[in-house]
């Protein structure tokens, strides 16, 4: 009898990034089916080759292709399933083994190195706030300056601003991690005639994964009461 010789085929899976460059093996693709379950994080250009196939038998054979969810929030990894179908066959004179490769219901036109299983990844948006409040002198805007100071929770001062007329606008700030951030934000007190206000604002900034970017809630207390809005008199 003769021996039919056996036909082969190689997957590749491909991963980007869009957003930022891609690291190498930062991301994880699996490819699994009957007997088989192999694993790669990709190289420097985003590629992982799959063990081989080799069937040497007639018959149907099914894969399931896609990239194992990681754990950085920064990132919205592509959810994409890929199936992956060789369908092996007898020629017509029944002595060589026949490859067909279909891949998401494509028939391929290379069967033993077919397209790539594709996944995009995309960088998760990051949430924007901008501080604001305004400053008014005997209870009306005024044109002299006055100096503000945002604080860190440890009490580190981020930013010093100062009004223009009553509006008082610190830089913005950009958040790429759900958490709670906490600020403070006060009136420096000069060494004129003029009284100062003392009082101390609370600024609470609650960050939250969205489906496409992270959000940001702020929230001013003084003294422990919820206020709309930062005003210093």
Same mark, same amino acid.
Request: glycine share 6%; no cysteine.
């Given at each position: 009898?003769?021996?039919?010789?056996?036909?082969?085929?190689?997957?590749?899976?491909?991963?980007?990034?869009? %957003?930022?460059?891609? *690291?190498?093996?930062?991301? @994880?693709?699996? !490819?699994?089916?009957?007997?088989?379950?192999?694993?790669?994080?990709?190289?420097?250009?985003?590629?992982?080759?799959?063990?081989?196939?080799?069937?040497? @038998?007639?018959? $149907?054979?099914?894969?399931? %292709?896609?990239?194992?969810?990681?754990?950085?929030?920064?990132?919205?990894?592509? $959810?994409?399933?890929?199936?992956?179908? =060789?369908?092996?066959?007898?020629?017509?004179?029944?002595?060589?083994?026949?490859?067909?490769?279909?891949?998401?219901?494509?028939?391929?036109?290379?069967?033993?190195?077919?397209?790539?299983? $594709? +996944?995009? /990844?995309?960088?998760?948006?990051?949430?924007?706030?901008?501080?604001?409040?305004?400053?008014?002198?005997?209870?009306?805007?005024?044109?002299?300056? =006055?100096?503000?100071?945002? !604080?860190?929770?440890?009490?580190?001062?981020?930013?010093?601003?100062?009004?223009?007329?009553?509006?008082?606008? =610190?830089?913005? !700030?950009?958040? /790429?991690?759900?958490?709670?951030?906490?600020?403070?934000?006060?009136?420096?007190?000069?060494?004129?005639?003029?009284? +100062?206000?003392? /009082? *101390?604002?609370?600024?609470?900034?609650?960050?939250?994964?969205?489906?496409?970017?992270? @959000?940001?809630?702020?929230?001013?207390?003084?003294?422990?009461? $919820?206020?709309?809005?930062?005003? =210093? /008199?």
């Amino acid at each position: 009898n003769k021996t039919i010789k056996p036909v082969e085929s190689v997957i590749t899976s491909i991963v980007d990034i869009i %957003g930022r460059d891609l *690291v190498t093996g930062e991301f @994880e693709m699996t !490819l699994t089916g009957p007997d088989y379950n192999d694993t790669h994080r990709n190289d420097e250009n985003g590629s992982a080759t799959h063990q081989k196939f080799t069937f040497d @038998e007639v018959g $149907e054979y099914i894969y399931d %292709g896609k990239q194992i969810i990681g754990t950085d929030e920064t990132v919205i990894y592509d $959810e994409t399933e890929h199936k992956v179908v =060789f369908k092996v066959t007898l020629n017509e004179t029944g002595d060589a083994l026949v490859l067909e490769t279909i891949i998401d219901g494509k028939a391929q036109e290379n069967d033993s190195n077919p397209d790539p299983l $594709e +996944y995009v /990844n995309r960088v998760r948006g990051n949430a924007t706030v901008t501080f604001t409040a305004e400053k008014y002198l005997d209870g009306k805007a005024t044109d002299k300056k =006055f100096t503000f100071e945002l !604080l860190d929770e440890t009490g580190k001062v981020l930013q010093t601003v100062e009004n223009v007329n009553e509006a008082i606008t =610190f830089d913005a !700030l950009s958040y /790429n991690n759900a958490g709670i951030y906490t600020y403070t934000i006060r009136e420096v007190a000069g060494t004129d005639y003029i009284v +100062y206000d003392k /009082n *101390v604002y609370d600024v609470t900034v609650t960050v939250t994964k969205a489906e496409d970017s992270f @959000e940001a809630d702020v929230k001013y207390t003084l003294a422990g009461n $919820e206020v709309e809005s930062v005003v =210093f /008199n």
